[in-house]
């Protein structure tokens, strides 16, 4: 079993920042890569950006590219995701999950919600001035 806990949403302004932490503890064995996604009010689950805990390498979706980034503490193993430039269509509560057991990394699987096996309980962004 493993647990993951998001923290460090909030209510930010337009143009601002937020840095999100993803706390992975439990039996992560094998449990490589970690991804975030977030979900807006009646909108579907979007895969948003994932990162390999064996090397690093990292993916994004269109729609953060370029202004955020993800990286991650192996020690502890928590996984940050800091975006930038924030618009109001990042609203969301963004989720971070344990891609299946076994797959160091696979851009491709990124942004599917079928790729991953064990989720957080989110946490709010809401950006608004």
């Known amino acids: 079993q493993v647990q993951l806990v998001e923290s460090g949403g909030g209510l930010v302004q337009p143009g601002e920042s937020v840095r999100l932490s993803c706390a992975v503890s439990?039996?992560?064995?094998?449990?490589?890569?970690i991804g975030w996604f977030r979900q807006a009010p009646g909108k579907e689950r979007e895969g948003v950006s994932c990162?390999?805990?064996?090397?690093?390498?990292?993916y994004y979706a269109d729609s953060v590219k370029g202004r955020s980034a993800i990286s991650r503490d192996n020690y502890v193993y928590t996984v940050f995701l800091q975006i930038n430039s924030l618009k109001p269509e990042d609203t969301g509560t963004y989720f971070c999950a344990t891609m299946r057991r076994g797959i160091t990394y696979a851009s491709g699987l990124c942004a599917k919600m079928s790729s991953f096996t064990y989720w957080g309980q989110g946490t709010q962004v809401t950006v608004s001035s």
């Open positions: 439990g039996f992560t064995s094998g449990y490589d890569v």
């Open positions: 990162i390999s805990r064996q090397d690093g390498t990292k």
